[in-house]
């Protein structure tokens, strides 16, 4: 059983930046990949990015792509989500999820998810 944390989100700025933090125990960090999502209000949990086991593919949404980065630490079992740029529309609890199926994208596909962070962003 894999416990995830995640830890970072708050109130920014519009055009501000912020860093997500995904703190992993209970199993072999490694031997997952790793995603981010989130949900605003009244819609439907989406897929933001993923990051394969070793860190070296990673896939993102239209949406964040050259905003967003995701990585990770593997001897710190610690997933990140850089932030930069952010707009209001990416006011959304944001989640942290583990796939022991590969670099998904699909929520569904995930095994284990931490309790979500909130972000806002005001303009």
């Known amino acids: 059983q894999v416990q995830l944390v995640e830890s970072g989100g708050g109130l920014v700025q519009a055009g501000g930046s912020l860093r997500l933090s995904c703190a992993a125990s209970?199993?072999?960090?490694?031997?997952?990949?790793m995603g981010w999502f989130r949900q605003a209000p009244g819609k439907e949990r989406e897929f933001v990015a993923t990051i394969n086991r070793s860190g070296g593919i990673t896939y993102y949404a239209d949406s964040v792509k050259g905003r967003f980065t995701i990585s990770r630490d593997n001897a710190k079992n610690t997933v990140y989500l850089q932030m930069n740029s952010l707009k209001p529309e990416d006011t959304a609890v944001y989640y942290c999820a583990a796939s022991a199926r590969g670099t998904v994208i699909v929520a569904a596909w995930y095994d284990y998810w931490g309790q979500g962070t909130q972000v806002t962003v005001s303009s």
């Open positions: 209970g199993g072999t960090f490694s031997s997952y990949s």
